[in-house]
């Protein structure tokens, strides 16, 4: 869906990085540790990939925030130098708040957090800062929160108003 191209991200700040294909493939190889798929969301508009229980929870969260008006999954790969080490990091999520605000989202359980990991995340976190969007580390499941929209996930909401909304369709 469009072009791929390389430029600082100061310069692309403003793309609409939510409209975008990831930029690399999910694993799906069987008796793996993660669990990838795809959740269609009705805020993206289509579906949007993950590549855990965690990431996909997590999904099913923005996808239910009225504050959030576009979600895309692994949307574009930062790279960086860190001394004489070239780093880069695909985020899991990027998210376009109703203000116009950027948002990238990261999700890694606490216990499965390494050093490598954290420095990845802290990198993310000052090129976010330095384009004025938001960055979140999620790092644990909000159990019974996940647990009920996984289940609200499988029906249309019921959202009670008298209105010819898609809920009532």
Known sequence: M????????????DTRFEAGDPVRTFNWAKDTEGFAGWYYSVTAGGHVGYESWLERDRLILMDRDPEIVGIASQPFWLRWREGKRLRRHAPDYFVRLADGRGRVVDVRAGDRMDEATAELFAGTRVACRAVGWEFSHWRTALR??????????????????????????
């Open 2 to 13: 469009g072009e791929r191209r390389r430029e600082p991200l100061g310069r692309a700040w």
């Open 144 to 169: 019974r929160a996940a647990r009920r929209l996984r289940g609200a996930a499988t029906r249309p909401p019921q959202c009670g108003c008298p209105c010819a909304c898609r809920h009532h369709r």
